[in-house]
């Protein structure tokens, strides 16, 4: 089973704070609340570019999903 590139995420502990999660490399986790990264990655110098260049992309990818499904777009 493929899983979506996408997911929203939440938990009871952290009540008012949603989560989206990229499930493709490079996998993270967004708070939505405060936009903050968690990468669930470890990166060496040479992925240091490649996630410079890309990461910007993706996060903005991520938002707009979740815009997108929350009826937002």
């Keep these: ?14 009540q008012n704070v949603i989560f989206i999660i990229h499930t493709e490399y490079p996998r993270f986790i967004i708070n939505i609340s405060n936009d903050q990264v968690y990468w669930l990655e470890d990166f060496d110098k040479n992925d240091e570019e490649v996630l410079h260049s890309e990461s910007e992309q993706l996060i903005n990818e991520a938002f707009n999903f979740y815009d ?3 009826g937002l777009m």
């Design 68 to 70: 997108k499904e929350m």
């Design 1 to 14: 089973m493929e899983l979506p590139k996408f997911l929203i995420a939440d938990n009871s502990s952290l």
